[in-house]
């Protein structure tokens, strides 16, 4: 039996000569069985970075990024606080975008079989703003603290981001990261000396125990305004003084403080949101007011909605396009499948006079779409909390009177079984917006086999700065 020419665990020092998609660094060692690529999340072409073995391979290795010895020839200084949710921040934004298109495309050529991708690509949708474009931030507590000029961890009481592959140490958040708010961000280091002088613990991870948590922030571009989210643990709440922190955020945000909000959560997995526990709102509202092309939309903490709210604008703008809604066609409707709370079903009925159909099997996600219609006053349209896949048994009256689908699944894509369920509509159109390309490039297999062909893709950048990137496809029935 041929012996792997790496072992799990190894760290190995190599030279990242290229990248695939997901942000995923190649390198190749040269062995006596012949050449071994090595993959690392995270690295940069020109780097020269030290990767430890998660899964060791013939012929191939996947592993994770330790260190970076060497930066790559292309990286430039940025006047913001290194984070590990950026890890391309030093890449000019250009060179982001021409790996982002030629791995994502290569992608649909090699698993979703478009030989002719190049042809049918569409356009590049830039986000709006490179910088200070996120929505929401999620900072860690933890009483392991890992310092990055020391690369050691330490007992401390830490506030900010956890370290790149660890659920337990966080690096403090000192200043501005580049992504969030500004203000935010460069009052956390005050936050977190606030919460230390309580003399109440951080949380300690692999132990279980401790007070502070979370604090999760939200803001609108609409109207400059933060929704702060402490979270903390049960034991020290005697102890907390939830009208100082009020006043301790109120003194450092002003005016802009739209709420605060005081989540218990007595669970000691690792989550945010608590399986049990209570949500208390200490002052202000509990939700902020975001508009997309005019519309508005109330978000609480636990609402869904797009990080990058400018860059959304444009996608949507891209949906409504390859959804034809300036079409005539009597007596033919639109469903919006997966339509969580609405946005991209009022949008469409707001940009058309057929009638649209919004389908998700969260009643609540339903229950919040059909608030937001009634607030932004867009009545040709119906939502339906239902399995997609059932729709048509259920509401058999939409038989044959579907001129397009637009589709928006969850990150894992959609299942087997419900695709060949959509594909059963009987839709001429379907538009599939994924923020997950790999999953859409395998359903495109089963498209095309149903029948449909490609007609354009755009590729929108919704997260500068990170691997991350958004298609949207149109597909028509031949």
């Known amino acids: 039996m041929q012996e792997r020419a790496v072992k799990k665990n190894q760290v190995l020092e190599i030279v990242i000569s290229d990248m695939a998609f997901g942000g995923v660094g190649i390198g190749k060692l040269q062995t006596e069985q012949g050449e071994f690529a090595v993959f690392v999340q995270n690295a940069i072409p020109g780097q020269r970075v030290l990767a430890r073995v998660e899964k060791a391979q ?28 950026a890890p391309y921040a030093t890449l000019p934004i250009e060179l982001q975008r021409q790996y982002k298109r030629r791995t994502t495309l290569e992608l649909f050529r090699r698993i979703g079989k478009i030989a002719n991708i190049e042809e049918v690509f569409d356009e590049y949708i830039e986000s709006p703003a490179t910088w200070h474009y996120r929505n929401k931030m999620e900072y860690a507590f933890s009483v392991i603290r890992f310092d990055l000029d020391e690369k050691k961890e330490y007992d401390d009481f830490g506030l900010g981001f956890k370290h790149r592959g660890t659920w337990w140490c966080v690096e403090n958040l000192d200043r501005d990261s580049g992504l969030f708010d500004r ?59 939830t009208q100082a922190f009020v006043t301790h955020l109120q003194q450092q945000l002003g005016t802009r403080l739209a709420g605060v909000i005081h989540t218990i959560n007595p669970n000691t997995g690792d989550r945010i ?28 903490m636990t ?148 029948g449909y062909s490609l007609r354009r893709i755009s590729l929108v950048d919704q997260f500068p700065h990170t691997s991350h990137v958004e298609t949207v496809a149109w597909f028509e029935l031949d």
């Not at 994770?64 to 590990?84: G, H, N, R, T």
């Not at 397009?404 to 990150?411: I, K, M």
């Open 303 to 450: 609402s869904f909605f797009q990080t990058n709210p400018r860059s959304a604008e444009k996608l949507y703008a891209k949906v409504l396009e390859y959804a034809g809604v300036e079409e005539t066609n009597d007596g033919a409707i639109i469903l919006d499948l997966f339509c969580g709370t609405g946005t991209i079903t009022q949008l469409l009925a707001k940009k058309s006079n057929r009638k649209i159909i919004g389908v998700d099997i969260v009643e609540a996600a339903i229950h919040d779409a059909r608030r937001n219609a009634e607030r932004n006053d867009v009545h040709n349209l119906e939502f339906f909390a239902a399995d997609v896949g059932k729709f048509l048994l259920e509401y058999p009256q939409y038989q044959g009177k579907i001129s397009c689908a637009v589709l928006d699944p969850p990150r894992g894509g959609i299942a087997p079984k419900t695709l060949r369920k959509i594909i059963a509509l009987g839709a001429r159109r379907i538009v599939y917006v994924s923020c997950n390309p790999a999953t859409q490039a395998r359903d495109t297999m089963d498209l095309l086999e149903a």
């Open 183 to 241: 203000q935010l961000e460069e009052q956390l280091r005050h936050i977190r000396q606030w919460c230390i002088d309580t003399g109440l613990p951080a949380w300690h991870p692999p132990a279980h125990h401790g007070f502070f948590r979370y604090l999760v922030v939200r803001k609108s571009f609409a109207t400059d305004e933060l929704l702060i989210n402490l979270v903390t643990s049960e034991k020290g709440l005697d102890e907390f003084n």
């Open 58 to 85: 013939k012929r191939f290795a996947e592993c994770k990024l330790v260190e970076v010895l060497e930066p790559s020839p292309d990286e430039v200084a940025v006047p913001y606080q290194a984070i590990p949710g």
């Open 273 to 300: 949101d608590p399986l049990s526990g209570q949500t208390n709102l200490l002052w202000g509202r509990p939700f902020i007011v975001e508009t997309i092309h005019g519309l508005k939309f109330e978000i609480s």
